[in-house]
């Protein structure tokens, strides 16, 4: 009896999460002009591509759980950061799918065994060159360095990203960030140097802040979505400098859901996404970088690539030169310490 | 009728005795009510008594775990908590990892990292690799696969578990834990968010309660005594924004009140501060106080309006005609008339304060977070939902312990929303 209540509940709660079912699959990201690539690359050239329902959502698993829970499972396909990607695997709240058609082609290892390879968007600092007539800052050093670079900067409001870039700041290979972090005094030395900008920024939250904070003036930079700055440089016109160094690259994953009522659908939707001409022609419109080796080679064959006909490489995170020297997020090591860390940071800017 | 019958009950005409016809009567009279306000009761019973029933059973549920590793917490408990656990201990961990199917191991291993960082992804890595180990000791083997299994801070978190239920979620809520004995101990001082964040809560929440007053007040004031059609106009200022997107509204303020924005730009054209000192009005707390006042108040505003439309103004008039100076015709008179949409508008504004989250997290930025953003956080992105109960039955609690005080102080039966 306990159960049923629960579950009708559950069940309510989840409706109120996402208004009402439909017949074909239901396809959630995160909204935007991402979520308008998404559209263009996989659902329109999908054969039953006018069957998917897209709705947006902000992250996290709540929703999905709720779902699960309740049984009553209205998202089909979800589009996933990595440790949401293993969480929910692990929970038991995604369905395994089948990896052989891509996963030799992949740039990275895939986190678990539900996801479907989507893109790598990257938190990286920019400039509005405006603000800096003189010397320009070129590495995430000078991002940390107040005295070289006076002004306010711009940063997120959560840990993931600021303390693999504090680190490298203060010194630390991009590769032995995540070793530095767990041994005994790394994330110490990390919120030492935060602690070095501390009075110097400002806190954003959503995604399109920062690209206003670098443009009103009310900081002479910041990090930002990688995908943001290329859009407001390609489409917008706006003249900002990136600073590739010591960026953080984040992937997203496709998920199908445990429970979905359209299984076979959804598993068709997902290899259709992630087929290498898929991720390749998402590029054309969002600058994120395809999660399949096969997807860049494309690209590069076809440049100048992006819809408004200009170059697309030069606005992706995961060009090899980058990569070198690029933190690839560990969604590992934030699942075991993103709580602690998170509550850690909480203090540090409460005080 | 014969006379012989009148000594019995009183029949009526069908031949049922009166009583039991007037009780049937009554019955469906009772039950047609009860069916009148079923719907409402479906409603109580739905939205809100189920989900704070379900609230605070998974605010101190610790089930689960203890059906994953139910002979593993048996041996356990018998652990001195010296030194490392006894080979025991070891094995029976080591069969039940083995033993757990499906998705039972990686919902318990989120449930240990919740206690110890790192259980998440050692258990992980050890469910992999402990098909390779067929047979004992354990320990060693163990600990060879990850050198973790060999640290005791990783098994004396497993302390807080052994019991199915657990205040430890209510612990965690105020910045303390239990150590391995089960003893309450204080959290580590660089994890310590949660009681500060309280604080910050009930201080912006009140201050917002009084801003909103002080604003308030004269507003309603002016819409219930001027004349209707300036008080009509007023009446929609006041509106206008209630109905304009909370978004809207937030992001407007941003743009108002940023060190480069309209109000530091207008304060440092017009010579009042110096382009390098700009006030700090966005993404701190301030922001949070500032935006949050303007949100929440039509909230004030519209329980004080409906009170004073209440108040004759001959009451005023008569204190002034019997001689009381203006300013003691009003506290004397028209204040405590006043008093139940003040509390009203105030218990509102407070209530809606306390769990609000949208705003603090967009201009709270560093130090302008409130409770509802960390309970956001646990929801979606830990799901530490134990955790989103606890705080959440606490919110509960200290809103009734509020409710309580005010029902002594000032007396529920004077609150009024019209």
């Known amino acids: 009896m306990r159960k049923t209540i629960k579950a009708a509940f559950l069940g309510l709660i989840s409706m109120a999460f996402v208004g009402s079912a439909t017949a074909d699959i239901t396809f959630v990201s995160w909204g935007g002009a ?59 709240l995604f369905l395994k799918v089948d990896q052989s058609h891509f996963i030799d082609d992949m740039v990275v290892k895939p986190v678990s065994e539900c996801i479907s390879p989507q893109i790598f968007w990257s938190y990286v600092a920019f400039y509005d060159p405006a603000a800096f007539p003189g010397k320009k800052p070129k590495t995430i050093k000078d991002f940390f360095d107040v005295k070289k670079f006076p002004g306010k900067r711009g940063i997120h409001t959560w840990a993931n990203a600021l303390i693999e870039m504090a680190l490298v700041a203060d010194g630390v290979k991009p590769k032995n960030v995540y070793k530095e972090m ?10 030492a140097k935060l602690d070095t900008i501390k009075d110097h920024v400002v806190f954003w939250s959503a995604g399109s802040k ?142 | 009728m014969s006379s012989e019958t009148i000594s019995g009950p009183i029949l009526t005409s069908d031949g049922i005795p009166l009583k039991v016809s007037l009780k049937k009567a009554e019955r469906i009279n009772k039950i047609r009510a009860f069916l009148l306000v079923l719907p409402l009761l479906a409603f109580i019973l739905i939205t809100f008594i189920i989900p704070i029933g379900d609230m605070l059973s998974r605010s101190v549920d610790d089930r689960y775990i203890n059906t994953v590793f139910p002979k593993t917490f048996e041996v356990y408990k018998k652990w001195d908590k010296k030194g490392l656990p006894s080979e025991e201990v070891f094995k029976t961990m080591f069969l039940e990892i083995g033993e757990a199917k499906g998705f039972k191991i990686g919902k318990a291993s989120t449930r240990m990292n919740y206690s110890k960082s790192g259980w998440k992804s050692l258990i992980k890595k050890s469910q992999r690799k402990f098909k390779k180990i067929k047979e004992g000791p354990y320990k060693d083997k163990m600990i060879a696969v990850d050198k973790r299994w060999g640290d005791p801070i990783y ?19 105020v910045d303390l834990k239990y150590d391995s004995n089960k003893e309450i101990i204080a959290q580590p001082e660089n994890r310590r968010i949660y009681i ?13 309660t009084i801003f909103t007053l002080m604003l308030g007040y004269p507003i309603a004031y002016l819409l219930a005594t001027l004349p209707l059609k300036y008080s009509n106009l007023l009446m929609i200022c006041v509106l206008l924004p209630f109905w304009t997107s909370l978004l809207v509204r937030t992001v407007a303020w941003m743009i108002i009140l940023q060190q480069k924005g309209v109000f530091n730009n207008l304060m440092v054209m017009a010579g009042l ?146």
């Open chain 1, 182 to 191: 767990s041994s005994e005094g790394g994330i110490d030395r990390a919120f």
């Open chain 1, 210 to 351: 920062p690209l206003e904070l670098v443009s009103s003036g009310e900081v002479v930079m910041s990090l930002a979505y990688n995908g943001r700055i290329g859009a407001a440089i390609l489409q917008d016109g706006k003249k900002f400098n990136y600073i590739w160094d010591g960026q953080v690259l984040e992937q997203e994953y496709l998920v199908v859901i445990k429970g979905t009522k359209n299984e076979a659908e959804a598993r068709e939707f997902v290899k259709h996404a992630s087929t290498a001409e898929s991720l390749a022609l998402q590029a054309k419109y969002i600058p994120y970088g395809p999660m399949r080796s096969s997807s860049i080679d494309i690209i590069k064959k076809g440049e100048p690539y992006f819809n408004t006909g200009v170059d697309v490489l030069p606005h992706m995170p995961n060009t090899p030169k980058r990569l070198r020297r690029s933190v690839i997020a560990d969604p590992f090591w934030w699942a075991d310490n993103g709580a602690e860390v998170s509550e850690r940071f909480g203090v540090w800017k409460g005080n």
């Open chain 2, 196 to 208: 500060h964040t309280w604080i910050k809560t009930f201080k912006v929440s009140l201050l917002v």
């Open chain 2, 155 to 173: 098994w004396k978190a497993l302390g807080e578990m052994v019991d199915p239920t657990t205040f430890g979620y209510y612990l965690n809520a």
């Open chain 1, 34 to 92: 991402y979520t308008a690539s998404q559209q263009k690359a996989y659902i329109d050239t999908w054969s039953k591509g006018s069957g998917v329902t897209v709705e947006n959502y902000n992250g996290g698993l709540g929703e999905i759980k709720a779902q699960v829970e309740a049984n009553n499972v209205t998202w089909d396909v979800v589009d996933v950061l990595p440790d949401q990607a293993i969480t929910g695997c692990d929970e038991g």
């Open chain 2, 273 to 418: 501060i110096a382009d390098e000192n700009r006030w700090k009005l966005m993404y701190n707390e301030t922001g949070t106080i500032i935006v949050m006042t303007q949100i929440l108040l039509p909230f004030m505003v519209l329980p004080l309006y409906s009170v004073m439309k209440t108040i004759s103004p001959s009451y005023m008039k008569a204190a002034l005609n019997l001689g009381a100076s203006p300013l003691h015709a009003f506290w004397k008179v028209y204040m405590p008339n006043s008093i139940p949409g003040i509390s009203a508008g105030g218990l509102l504004v407070f209530i809606i304060a306390i769990g609000y989250f949208i705003t603090p997290e967009l201009v709270g930025g560093k130090d302008g977070q409130m409770i509802g953003n960390w309970i956001a956080y646990h929801l979606k992105t830990t799901l530490n939902w134990g955790l989103c109960a606890a705080l959440g039955s606490v919110l509960l609690a200290v809103m009734l312990v509020f409710y309580w005080l005010y029902n002594k102080i000032i007396g529920v039966e004077n609150i009024k929303l019209g």
